[in-house]
T-cell receptor
């Protein structure tokens, strides 16, 4: 089946540290890949996306590269800020073979805590 | 453009009652999805509606139901509430169907507490 695996959290970093949150996926077909972020008390917001192999999504200093050979979409940021503290969700999107419509599969989320 | 609006933000109900949650998608978006978020289970897909028709359904009991109106607004209903239904219920909309790269736009959710 289709699934997304994220590293367990919480990830605890000091401000200005380098961030990596690992994400690997299993999918039939050619998914699009997304990272969403959820700040406390809010819904999920799209952070970045990549729609085909070797695409790099980037936004607000965050980057992730769609690696088909390793089925991965790791999230990175060179220098985190306290304001980046949130829960990060990796997700894949496919066309469901039964319905013909888009279906999203989310990972379990990784909490990031950044201290000053 | 206004974002996805969910009402109410917070709700407290007792076991056995029923509840209706409302979602207004971004203007022009025709697809609306519902998710349940809990600390133990994470994000779980409930159902998706497009043009008033349910297109996808997750693995939830029949107590969970939904509908979509002609203006794309959606409601979900939970009957005979159980303690385990306490969760953040998130609604998300997207503009299109038939592609696999339309991101979802989420509302801030309705926090349901069942006592």
């Amino acid at each position: 089946g289709n699934s997304v695996t994220q590293m367990e959290g919480p990830v605890t970093l000091s401000e200005e540290a380098f961030l990596t949150i690992n994400c690997t996926y299993t999918a039939t077909g050619y998914p699009s890949l997304f990272w969403y972020v959820q700040y406390p008390g809010e819904g999920l917001q799209l952070l970045l996306k990549a729609t085909k192999a070797d695409d790099k999504g980037s936004n607000k200093g965050f980057e992730a590269t769609y690696r088909k050979e390793t089925t991965s979409f790791h999230l990175e940021k060179g220098s985190v800020q306290v304001s980046d503290s949130a829960v990060y969700f990796c997700a894949l999107s496919l066309i469901d073979g039964n319905t013909g419509f888009q279906k999203l599969v989310f990972g379990t989320g990784t909490r990031l805590l950044v201290s000053p | 453009k206004a974002g996805v609006t969910q009402t109410p933000r917070y709700l407290i109900k007792t076991r056995g009652q029923q509840v209706t949650l409302s979602c207004s998608p971004i203007s022009g978006h025709r697809s609306v999805s519902w998710y349940q978020q809990t600390p133990g289970q994470g994000l779980q897909f409930l159902f998706e509606y497009f043009s008033e028709t349910q297109r996808n359904k997750g693995n939830f009991p029949g107590r969970f139901s939904g509908r979509q109106f002609s203006n794309s607004r959606s409601e979900m209903n939970v009957s005979t509430l159980e303690l385990g239904d306490s969760a953040l219920y998130l609604c998300a909309s997207s503009p299109t169907q038939g592609t696999n790269n339309s991101p979802l736009h989420f509302g801030n959710g309705t926090r349901l507490t069942v006592t």
